[in-house]
């Protein structure tokens, strides 16, 4: 398995290890890891810097938060503290 440019060679077990840590549970609406259901678990970086591999950076999230997310990383920059979570609904 080849891995996307400016990710690491090992991130696919990486990834596993996070999603392992997860319980394989999406840890921001807490749905299982199940694609049939259209609940695929990944692993997003806080910081949007594929490098950047430290544990406090790297959030197992179902398909569906990972792009609420990254479309609020690129709207607003990197995560901290400070902001404030999207709501869960879409309208």
Known sequence: ???DPGYPKDWPA????????????????????????????TVHHKDG???????????ALCQRCHLRR??????YGPEDD???PLPMEVT
């Open 82 to 84: 400070r902001q404030m």
């Open 1 to 3: 398995m080849t891995t």
């Open 14 to 41: 990486i990834a596993i290890l996070v999603k392992r840590a997860a319980n394989w549970l999406c840890q921001e609406c807490h749905a299982p890891h199940d694609p049939p259901m259209g609940y695929t678990l």
């Open 49 to 59: 810097n594929k490098s950047n591999l430290t544990k406090s950076n790297l959030i």
């Open 70 to 75: 990254q479309g609020r990383l690129r709207l």
